[in-house]
């Protein structure tokens, strides 16, 4: 159906209260195409003629003649704009050409390698190569795995299998690494913050190990659109880059709405529920038969709004529909996954509710319409699940529905902030020294380092190998460091994702049969006793928790509400390892403690989410110990701000959400990798405090660069709050898409004041 006309009907129907505040209109683009200085392996351009994906596109053909060349290559342009064919043609080409070259694709995640690896299935299917690939993940049986090591040349995995399972047992890998000619790292974007930097220390270790057999591959990247490609491909590396950003592909146009829900209390401008206008939406588009995939933020709101959908469709004499939808999301089992996927690829599917684990770009085949239930945190994120309709080149829509929080409204009220700002920066930090000091000793185990590997890790490999040593976890010897005997395999104890203990399993208690995992993280929110648990749309009751064995028996229950975790963070001070005056105050780096407590759970009725009632919880602390900075404010500021009338916890909160906001420019991290805290009255000072901590056990040396760079990131911070033109604060300046209390109490006036420090005492 034509889908502008979609929206137009909507707009005229007895249910429509104004919602569609904007229409933003994407205009088509007609294709460009390329010509390769080589032309490729006979075989190759027929299997892309007989794919109706030749010629090329001029982005594709501009990546491949710079990999002629020898450059290493990032390409960086829109979703479904054939990025894949940028690695694919000239890794197959070279192995075509040469019986022994091999070639490493690194994924993300394991739902992307598998798709990919159906891609390339499908692409070398009638070639002397097709039996050569191969994925080695978590999931590969041993037999596999043995056989991959012996004969797989084009091997499929992910970073954690790479840090893990093959440069650890590099030396099974001998055949592979010699001839190693290319290595494809695909949404390169994804490697932000503490995961790139572990990332990239990997990559290090991978060249490392393969210029030891005499290989040195070249290098291929592939990301959504950011503001620094050239920048994150070469701190992701090491090597240098040439950037590919100059997109060729057709685009079939795309409508881009922002719906924002009505009223419902004036009084307290409380709107409807972004959850039901979803479901309204797509009932109606799965009752056109339009293929349509719903994204939302929680695993839970998954469930919830595919039961309202499923719900909706029975209601509306549409039954038939409900065996057409599919809820989607990180936790299932591998085998529910990968079924969903082909569902969805294949058209068996009209739509699914999703996390962001489908907004990477797994083939998904060509979808309608995307609709966003809430604003995904970026802008390059709400681009990337924009961008997942309309994959084939045809006109498609995107519903980006507001939640009624002060971010998403301000996003339905200011337009241009989503289509005219520009796309984050991709940060990360190699160099530092909480990083790099655990995969020096991964890269020892491996072989012994020297000083000649400070080309590979950089100018702080020298200071940081002394250190080692001095802790007894690096033995020099002749020039060579050599990783301490007693130390075993350090990169088991190395989670690049910096993910703590292993998984809770959810267990059918009916069965005993494991339905999903759980992270430790999150366990507690989600499967506490009394806990609602759905999966797969089906409802459950969690029974039991056991906290040591890690499991959560679940019963089955159809109950008319949900359940939704309340929680108390607390910082307390161990130990203040350094101070100093930093403009009109004092700065404080502190060694703290961060204790999470979950409390209780509400119990909402679903659709209205009424509150039925609230129960208390019973649950130990989840506490890790960090670094933070911490700021002092003087007595004389505090007198000021309440002379002028400014809220004191408003003007705290607001300085801190923007000083988290600024600190990634200085510390070279990711806005995720940090957590904050302000309070009018801190317990261990008795004084109004802010802090900026580390959002990982141990910490990593964000706030250590925050407590060194104070004076440039608060006056960095107070210039960027006092050019903004909002009034009150947005998503621009003071307001977070992380806090926890709903961005309230901000004042932006307050902030100000706080941030110019002694300026604003004359």
């Not at 047992?169 to 690494?177: A, E, K, M």
């Not at 648990?533 to 008319?560: F, M, N």
Request: with cysteine.
């Amino acid at each position: 159906m034509d889908l502008g006309h979609f929206i137009d009907i909507l707009e005229t129907s007895p249910a429509y209260q104004q919602q569609a505040v904007h229409r933003e209109r994407l205009p088509p683009r007609a294709a460009r195409y390329g010509d390769l200085d080589q032309p490729l392996p006979p075989q190759l351009e027929a299997r892309l003629a007989g794919r109706g994906t030749w010629p090329l596109f001029a982005h594709q053909a501009r990546a491949i003649n710079a990999l002629g060349r020898g450059d290493h290559v990032i390409v960086c342009t829109s979703t479904a704009s054939g990025k894949s064919l940028c690695f694919h043609l000239p890794v197959l080409e070279a192995l075509l050409g040469d019986k022994r070259a091999t070639a490493l694709y690194l994924f993300p995640t394991k739902a992307l390698a598998q798709d990919q690896l159906r891609s390339l299935e499908e692409l070398t299917r009638g070639l002397p190569l097709y039996g050569d690939l191969a994925t080695f993940d978590g999931d590969t049986l041993a037999a596999e795995r043995r056989a991959t090591k012996r004969r797989a040349r084009l091997v499929i995995s992910n970073p954690d299998m790479l840090h893990l399972g093959i440069l650890p047992n590099h030396q099974q890998w001998g055949r592979f690494l010699r001839h190693l000619r290319y290595v494809v790292l695909d949404e390169a974007h994804a490697y932000r913050g503490v995961f790139g930097s572990h990332l990239a220390l990997i990559l290090r270790r991978l060249r490392r190990l393969a210029a030891q057999v005499g290989a040195a591959p070249q290098f291929i990247l592939a990301s959504a659109t950011i503001a620094n490609p050239r920048e994150h491909a070469e701190a992701l590396t090491g090597l240098p880059f040439t950037v590919v950003d100059d997109d060729g592909a057709p685009f079939g146009g795309k409508e881009f709405v922002l719906w924002n829900p009505p009223v419902i209390d004036p009084a307290r401008s409380a709107r409807r529920s972004a959850n039901t206008e979803a479901t309204s939406l797509m009932t109606e588009l799965v009752k056109q038969e339009v293929r349509s995939l719903c994204f939302v933020r929680t695993r839970r709101l998954v469930e919830l709004v595919y039961r309202y959908l499923r719900e909706r469709l029975r209601q509306d004499g549409r039954p038939d529909l409900a065996s057409r939808i599919s809820p989607y999301r990180a936790g299932y089992l591998p085998e529910d996954r990968r079924r969903i996927e082909g569902d969805l690829f294949a058209g068996r599917l009209l739509a699914v509710v999703a996390t962001n684990a489908l907004e990477l770009g797994i083939d998904i085949g060509g979808l309608d319409v995307t609709v966003l239930t809430g604003y995904p945190g970026s802008i390059a994120g709400t681009w990337q699940q924009a961008g997942r309709s309309g994959r084939q080149g045809h006109h498609s829509l995107a519903i980006f529905i507001a939640r009624d929080g002060p971010l998403d409204q301000y996003l339905a009220a200011h337009p241009e902030f989503l289509f005219g700002h520009p796309h984050e920066h991709a940060l990360i930090n190699p160099s530092n020294p909480h990083i790099l000091g655990p995969h020096l000793l991964c890269a020892a185990y491996e072989a012994p380092l020297s000083e000649g590997d400070g080309a590979l890790f950089g100018p702080a490999l020298a200071q940081t190998l002394e250190e080692l040593a001095s802790q007894g976890l690096l033995r020099p010897e002749r020039g060579r460091w050599h990783l301490n005997p007693g130390l075993g395999y350090p990169a088991d104890s190395v989670n690049i994702r910096s993910a703590e203990k292993r998984p809770y399993v959810v267990l059918d208690a009916r069965s005993g049969r494991p339905l999903e995992y759980v992270d430790s993280a999150r366990a507690f929110y989600e499967v506490h006793p009394g806990a609602v648990w759905l999966h797969q749309g089906d409802s459950y009751l969690i029974s039991q928790l056991d906290v040591p064995q890690r499991t959560a028996r679940a019963e089955a229950a159809d109950v008319p509400y949900y359940t939704v975790a309340k929680e108390i963070t607390d910082m307390r001070i161990l130990e203040t390892l350094r101070r100093r005056g930093a403009g009109g105050t004092t700065a404080y780096l502190q060694r703290v403690e961060v204790t999470n407590r979950v409390t209780g759970y509400l119990r909402k009725r679903q659709v209205t989410e009424e509150v039925l009632g609230e129960d208390s919880l019973d649950l130990p602390p989840q506490s890790y110990e960090t670094v933070a900075l911490m700021w002092d404010i003087p007595d004389p500021i505090l007198d000021l701000l309440a002379r002028q009338g400014h809220d004191l916890a408003g003007s705290l909160h607001a300085a801190e959400h923007a000083c988290i906001g600024l600190l990634p420019l200085f510390a070279l991290c990711d806005r995720n990798d940090i957590g904050g805290l302000s309070t009018p009255r801190h317990p261990d000072t008795g004084r109004p405090q802010v802090f900026i901590y580390d959002g990982y056990p141990g910490g990593v040396g964000i706030s250590e660069k925050g407590y060194e760079l104070a004076e440039e990131l608060w006056q960095a911070t107070l210039e960027h709050v006092g050019r903004c033109r909002c009034e009150e604060g947005c998503p621009g300046c003071i307001q977070s898409p992380k806090c926890g209390n709903n961005n309230q109490p901000l004042d932006k006036a307050g902030a100000c004041a706080l941030l110019r420090g002694e300026g604003a005492l004359h």
